[in-house]
């Protein structure tokens, strides 16, 4: 049994959620994406050797690293990786605009499933591309993806990359196998590089399945760049480390031209090598499998408090993630700026939808629910009672 109800004290460590300035004493910090709690201590296990020996000299990637990296593909998504299709970059962020780097050139249009995480839309704006949207639509209170749309801009404005986000954040969609393939079909016969961030997988819930974009059809070796991060999954954010695998040769000629420009092939931090063998062997499987039930457990007392006490939010049960998309647009609190209305009336951070997530976001909010159940439940009384008192 791992320990999900208490976690280091975040406005003492810096932490980007918590201890944020100009912030009231007694916020609740629910906004960017990592996790309150405590790691799988076979992460400990592995970083404390290294600073014991206190020496960071550049470091090779061991076949023990490429071993675990393979192995998790295969034990859990029935992927065989050749190593030579594998490198890796300090973020995923970092790994999507080195992508559009290479496989688009200023001025070409990027395809992306809208609304969607503001820093995808700054990679595509520093890499000078244009960003095309393709919204997700609302059907039956689910969100699902516009083929037809994305097809037609496709024909029109000819992308030389598709940017998908899978999971997808902020609905929590987690694609599936006939989505996917279709996707890669339309891409395929377009000649559409497919970049896929892939970083929300690992948090996936029953009766959705995660697949990689290289394991859901064998086309999307041809036109695909799979890009993953432990970081979501597994708290390590500040263990900055992304695994992309690439299995077409001249894509991957591309993409280690770059590497090499970037000098990346040397700057493999030691932390996150060792961090990411130990996790990728399946030394954390259990604490995963734990941490999934947690944040199920939180996930339902939201969504049932809402429905319990007839909240005017309207909140898209996630696939994939921790992180909660509502529609406030009943909620009489207006569209605009609603992280202004948490924070001033119950003191939660969270994430705008229109700010954060682009103008398809307007009158939505993004909860992140990765806390102790009790700062949930706290953080639930507040807005129930911001919602009473209006
Ligand atoms: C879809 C998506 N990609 C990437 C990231 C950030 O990953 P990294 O810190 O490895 O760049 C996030 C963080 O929330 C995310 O939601």
Redesign the pocket.
């Known amino acids: 049994m791992y320990e999900f109800d208490r976690t280091p004290d975040h406005r003492n460590n810096h932490s980007y959620r918590w201890d944020m300035p100009d912030m009231p004493d007694d916020v609740i910090g629910m906004g960017t ?1 990592d996790l309150d709690y405590f790691c799988a201590p076979c992460i400990r296990d592995a970083l404390l050797p290294i600073a014991e020996e206190n020496c960071y000299n550049y470091r090779q990637r061991t076949d023990e690293y490429y071993d675990a990296v393979c192995g998790w593909y295969r034990r859990n998504h029935g992927l065989e990786l050749r190593r030579e299709w594998l490198s890796n970059v300090p ?4 790994a999507v605009r080195m992508g559009l780097g290479i496989y688009a050139h200023p001025g070409d249009a990027v395809i992306v499933q809208t609304p969607v ?1 503001q ?2 839309q700054w990679a595509v704006e520093g890499a000078d591309c244009r960003l095309v949207d393709n919204p997700m639509r609302i059907v039956d209170g689910h969100y699902e993806i516009d083929f037809e749309d994305f097809e037609r801009k496709i024909a029109s404005e000819h992308p030389s990359v598709y940017l998908m ?1 899978n999971p997808h ?1 902020p609905t929590g969609r987690v694609f599936t196998e006939s989505e996917m393939k279709k996707l890669v079909d339309i891409c395929y016969r377009s000649g559409v590089t497919i970049i896929s ?1 892939e ?2 997988g690992m948090i996936v819930y029953e009766g959705s399945r995660f697949i990689p974009l290289l394991a859901c059809d064998e086309r999307a070796k041809e036109i695909g760049v799979q890009i993953t ?1 432990l ?2 999954g597994y708290n390590i ?1 500040s263990l ?1 480390h ?1 695994i992309i695998a690439i299995a077409d040769e001249e894509k991957q000629r591309l993409w280690m031209r770059q590497i090499q420009a970037f000098s990346f092939g040397y700057a493999t931090n030691s932390f996150a090598l060792a961090a990411v063998t130990s996790i990728m062997r399946g030394e954390a499987d259990g604490w995963m499998a734990e941490l999934r039930e947690y944040l199920k457990g939180n996930l339902d007392l939201i969504l049932s408090f809402i429905e319990e006490h007839g909240l005017p939010l309207k909140a898209f049960r996630p696939e994939g993630s921790f992180l909660l998309w509502i529609d406030c647009r009943d909620a009489g609190i207006g569209e605009e700026h609603l992280d202004r209305f948490f924070m001033d009336s119950a003191h939660i951070h969270l994430d705008d939808g229109e700010d954060n997530f682009g103008p398809e976001g307007r009158g939505f909010i993004r909860i992140n629910f990765a806390v102790t159940r009790s700062i949930l439940k706290e953080a639930l009384e507040r807005i129930l009672r911001a919602f009473g008192n209006r």
Do not use: E, L, R, Y
Not at 91 to 94: A, E, F, Q, R, V
């Open positions: 994406a973020s995923t962020i970092g995480f820093p995808i986000v954040n961030d970083v929300h991060s970081s979501k954010m900055p992304a």
